[in-house]
């Protein structure tokens, strides 16, 4: 499974008014993986960022004059999202700009070329109903580092997103289970594997009055059913082939 996390700087927030993207940035996964094998671009906007823009990402019209257009990097771009989901923080932003710079070029939308496309920021509005969901929120709700990030940028947003979204996505995963679905899924014969024997797992055994407790509430169960609950049929049978 191929996944590219993908994020853009623009200059300003609308792209049907004539914002362009001058920054895209694309963080490859494959299988849940970080492979190293992302795209980025600097690209010059043919025009001024606006000023608040220009606060957000910092990358001046000097800086990205020399840098190649949109139309050179189109190509390259779509040959390496094809048949990749995508995964976007407010996809719908990242998307239409992106759409609007196809068109410009005369080129189908990208979703014709690509697979999925994941809004993690919708997902994160399910998950954390009511609270902030943006990047630097994720970030610290799961524990990310994003202390180097002063300003943003496309490549540097979308490595973290890319540690965020794993992190969404992987619920109460331990690193024992992570580990060991690792080596289930044909990985490296060499690689470390974790002695599950060694673990000192924490037995917690009910109370007496705990049992007591339990044992009312079954006493319930077989008044209401006439007759004897599953619970206790299930237990008499495991005693049972312990002492056979």
């Not at 390259?76 to 998307?95: C, E, K, S, T």
């Not at 002695?195 to 009312?216: G, K, R, T």
Request: aromatic share 6%; with cysteine; glycine share 8%.
């Amino acid at each position: 499974m191929r996944q590219l996390i993908l994020d853009t700087e623009t200059t300003g927030l609308n792209a049907r008014t004539g914002d362009r993207i001058l920054e895209l940035g694309c963080v490859e996964l494959v299988n849940r993986r970080l492979t190293g094998n992302n795209l980025h671009f600097y690209i010059n906007p043919e025009r001024d960022s606006d000023p608040g823009a220009l606060a957000v990402h910092g990358l001046t019209t000097e800086f990205l004059s020399d840098k190649p257009k949109f139309a050179e990097i189109a190509d390259q771009f779509r040959d390496f999202v094809q048949g990749a989901d995508l995964i976007i923080h407010n996809a719908p932003f990242d998307i239409g700009f992106l759409d609007a710079e196809f068109a410009l070029l005369g080129l189908p939308k990208v979703s014709t070329y690509c697979g999925e496309i994941i809004d993690t920021l919708a997902r994160a509005k399910q998950m954390f109903p009511g609270k902030r969901n943006s990047l630097d929120a994720l970030c610290d709700r799961f524990g990310i580092s994003n202390a180097h990030r002063t300003l943003h940028g496309a490549l540097l947003d979308s490595e973290l997103l890319a540690e965020v979204y794993l992190a969404m996505t992987r619920g109460q995963e331990s690193l024992v289970i992570d580990m060991l679905g690792e080596s289930h899924a044909g990985g490296d014969a060499n690689a470390p594997r974790v002695a599950l024997d060694s673990l000192d797992l924490v037995v917690i055994a009910a109370s007496d009055d705990e049992i007591a407790a339990h044992q009312s509430v079954l006493d319930g169960l077989d008044k209401q059913i006439k007759g004897t609950s599953v619970w206790r049929v299930e237990t008499v049978s495991t005693t049972d082939e312990q002492t056979a």
